[in-house]
């Protein structure tokens, strides 16, 4: 059973930095695709960042190009978003993924409960 568990977020400042992790457990993660999504109140889903495990691929949607990353620490089984240069629209419930399928939106079957980043002016 693959377990997801996210942490980090909070109350920051514009400007201001966060990293969030996604812990997993459950199964060897070398063939799978890692995401991080967000979701804001009446909004839709938004894939933000996505990485293969093996760090071959690594997308970002286009408004944090730039200021977040993805990253991975094997021997930690650990999935991070490095979150710098924040904005109020990146305020959002954040939410680590998993697949096997792909790197794209809809290939996500495994999903963590979320982590609150709120942005403050």
């Known amino acids: 059973q693959v377990q997801l568990v996210e942490s980090g977020g909070g109350l920051v400042q514009v400007g201001g930095s966060l990293r969030l992790s996604c812990a997993a457990s459950g199964r060897t993660f070398g063939s799978y695709f890692m995401a991080w999504f967000r979701q804001a109140p009446g909004k839709e889903r938004e894939l933000v960042a996505a990485?293969?495990?093996?760090?071959?691929?690594?997308t970002y949607t286009d408004s944090v190009k730039g200021r977040f990353a993805i990253s991975r620490d094997n021997a930690k089984n650990t999935v991070y978003l490095q979150m710098n240069s924040l904005k109020p629209e990146d305020t959002a419930v954040y939410l680590c993924a998993a697949s096997q399928r792909g790197l794209g939106a809809s290939s996500y079957d495994y999903w963590g409960q979320g982590t609150q980043v709120t942005v403050s002016s």
């Open positions: 990485m293969h495990w093996s760090g071959a691929y690594r």
